[in-house]
T-cell receptor, first 113, second 111 residues
Framework: DADVTQTPRNRITKTGKRIMLECSQT?????MYWYRQDPGLGLRLIYY???????NKGEISDGYSVSRQAQAKFSLSLESAIPNQTALYFC????????????FGPGTRLTVL | GQNIDQPTEMTATEGAIVQINCTYQ??????LFWYQQHAGEAPTFLSY????GLEEKGRFSSFLSRSKGYSYLLLKELQMKDSASYLC????????????FGRGTSLIVHP
């Protein structure tokens, strides 16, 4: 079944460490997104990509970077993790045409100590 | 940008009907989505409204009034498995056409 997968599913790290979260999809969608979710704050957009090599900042991009080297893969990096980046991170995909819903990966729970 | 407002939490009884409201303010409306999210899991798509009126899909229906900046999600014949967060997301006519999510409504269904 076409799917959106994320690795790792859980990660505990220390302040100052570099972390990479991976997202892969077999849906053949051009558009991919990274969100973070914090209790009481809903889903907030970090970065998005409409095609390979296309990168756009979202609402809360500071402290994060992304890479889209292939249609099926979109990775999120925290160059120097800090405790307030502790959150649940979701990758999502969607088709190009308007009106199409987003399909979310299972999430990565990141804890920065 | 948008300003999206939903109640934080609601409770209801198994077998009953519940209505979850979402109000929004946007400079150029271009569609509204509802997603369901169980605790610790990924959001999953429920409905999409871009024109005024009611969209029915099984036990779930979604209503939109563009002139009032208002939508609701109606859940009928509630089941325990309907206990989840319900996310309203609004898309505007800005260049990216990416929906902005509200903070979600946590629905608790009790026996």
């Amino acid at each position: 079944d076409a799917d959106v997968t994320q690795t790792p599913r859980n990660r505990i790290t220390k302040t100052g460490k570099r972390i990479m979260l991976e997202c892969s999809q077999t849906k053949g969608h051009d558009r991919m997104y990274w969100y973070r979710q914090d209790p009481g704050l809903g889903l907030r957009l970090i970065y998005y990509s409409f095609d390979v090599k296309d990168i756009n900042k979202g609402e809360i991009s500071d402290g994060y970077s992304v890479s889209r080297q292939a249609q099926a893969k979109f990775s999120l990096s925290l160059e120097s993790a800090i405790p307030n980046q502790t959150a649940l991170y979701f990758c999502a995909t969607s088709r190009t045409s308007a009106g199409n819903e987003q399909f979310f990966g299972p999430g990565t729970r990141l804890t920065v100590l | 940008g948008q300003n999206i407002d939903q109640p934080t939490e609601m409770t209801a009884t198994e077998g009953a009907i519940v209505q979850i409201n979402c109000t929004y303010q946007t400079s150029g409306f271009n569609g509204l989505f509802w997603y369901q999210q169980h605790a610790g899991e990924a959001p999953t798509f429920l409905s999409y409204n871009v024109l005024d009126g009611l969209e029915e899909k099984g036990r779930f229906s979604s209503f939109l009034s563009r002139s009032k900046g208002y939508s609701y999600l109606l859940l009928k014949e509630l089941q325990m498995k309907d206990s989840a967060s319900y996310l309203c997301a609004v898309r505007d006519t800005g260049g990216s056409y990416i929906p902005t999510f509200g903070r979600g409504t946590s629905l608790i269904v009790h026996p």
